[in-house]
């Protein structure tokens, strides 16, 4: 367990209901959540899809960086599957205690 994980703030939405980012099609991260040289996810790849969700997890400073780049139904669906620190987890698990059903469905 890194200190750095441990000492972060990450962004929580105020409901699951805000996440109403895109859901088809090929979205470029701003630099502010991603920095790598190539931004862009291809929602239609479920691969790219977790990787997105990962990074805006981490990454997001705001609960808009999350309402504008997640989506409910997709991150209920990839929740299980995403890897993020334990820290980050834990704090979405005790605000939005639905993220924990759903444990046997595919990404």
Request: hydrophobic share 35%; charged share 25%.
């Amino acid at each position: 367990m890194s200190r750095y994980a441990k000492a972060k703030r990450y962004a929580l939405p105020g409901t699951l209901a805000e996440l109403h980012g895109p859901t088809s099609g090929v979205v470029s991260l701003p630099a502010r959540l991603h920095w790598g040289p190539d931004s862009r996810y291809d929602l239609a790849d479920n691969g790219d899809t977790a990787v997105m969700y990962e990074r805006v997890i981490r990454e997001a400073v705001t609960a808009q960086d999350l309402a504008d780049h997640l989506d409910v139904d997709t991150l209920q669906r990839l929740w299980h599957h995403l890897i993020i620190p334990r820290e980050v987890r834990d704090q979405w698990q005790a605000q939005f205690p639905e993220l924990h059903t759903g444990r046997d469905q595919a990404p």
